[in-house]
């Protein structure tokens, strides 16, 4: 009898472990299903950095002895109000810079500094003013023997083929591209001439701001807004002609300037994604296939907007 009961707990204790088992297996399954859950959301984000590593650093730094020299509109006052001026800083990161001068140009209801070398010692700033902040601003012309001087108005210029343009020297010869109701313009600028010769418009209507850069004897990139406040991009062969469809880039990104160095382009932009809405930089070193991911610029009065970047001279 009494082996018949060691018998009977014997099977007992393996009827006990064999109900026991699955639950184990079931918290091995649990472990693995973990791990593999885990290593899945490794991967994908493993898989994510490497898809946006080459879009999102937080680091820019220029090649030794580039400079880049930012023109900007600010208030003097301390808001964005209605008086304006024109200043300009220079830096050697692209990211932290130096005030050089905080009165390049004043007047009530200023945008969008235009600022290009026409010769030696000739420097020309096509700039935006309205009368007052419902009227349309019309394009005026300065000029100055400094970068960083005062600009006097060229009072014989003609500003009606638009206005809020960049300006790019192709092998010597200058394209305005300027807004207008009817889209983006490209222009004509000859020294001494008392308006812009207009040559075609190259977007539909609804785009603004624009800013051109050359990366190559072939390709060219504009950056424009739209009036979603959105940063579009297009691009052309010769900067004229055959421009892409404008597709949008990054959101409540606003007045875009550009800049290449050094195979490298520094789009500047207000960031209105932000309060207040301060002027960022991204960086492509892909000729434009990807971006850094933006970076505040230090040094400029906290109205600082409109930025209209330039190679340091």
């Given at each position: ?85 024109y200043g300009c800083a220079y ?114 209507q609804g785009f603004v701001d ?104």
């Open positions: 009898m009494s082996r018949l009961k060691e018998i009977l707990i014997i099977v007992g204790w393996l009827l006990l472990l064999t109900a026991l088992l699955p639950l184990g297996c079931s918290s091995q399954s649990s472990e693995s299903t973990t791990t593999s859950t885990s290593t899945s959301t490794t991967t994908t984000s493993t898989l994510s950095s490497t898809t946006t590593s080459t879009t999102i650093t937080t680091t820019t730094t220029l090649s030794p002895g580039a400079i880049i020299r930012l023109y900007y509109t600010y208030s003097p006052s301390g808001s964005k109000g209605n008086d304006r001026a830096s050697t990161n692209g990211v932290n810079f130096t005030v050089e001068s905080y009165s390049l140009l004043a007047a009530d209801y200023l945008t969008d500094p235009d600022v290009f070398k026409e010769s030696a010692g000739h420097w020309v700033m096509l700039y935006s003013k309205a009368t007052s902040p419902s009227t349309p601003s019309t394009l005026f012309k300065a000029i100055c023997t400094s970068p960083i001087g005062s600009f006097e108005t060229d009072i014989n210029f003609i500003g009606d083929l638009g206005n809020i343009c960049s300006t790019l020297n192709v092998n010597g010869h200058f394209y305005t591209y300027t807004a207008s109701s009817e889209g983006i313009n490209v222009c004509s600028y000859e020294a001494g001439a008392p308006r812009l010769s207009y040559i075609r418009t190259i977007t539909e624009p800013s051109v850069i050359q990366i190559s004897a072939n390709r060219f990139i504009l950056y424009a807004k739209t009036f979603s406040g959105n940063t579009c991009t297009a691009e052309s062969s010769d900067g004229v002609n055959n421009w892409t469809s404008p597709l949008t880039l990054f959101t409540s990104a606003e007045v875009p300037g550009a800049v290449y160095i050094n195979n490298t382009i520094y789009l500047y932009y207000t960031d209105f994604s932000q309060s207040p809405s301060p002027i960022v930089v991204r960086t492509s070193a892909d000729n434009g296939a990807s971006y850094s991911s933006p970076l505040n610029i230090t040094g400029l009065p906290e109205s600082a907007c409109d930025p209209d970047p330039v190679v340091y001279e």
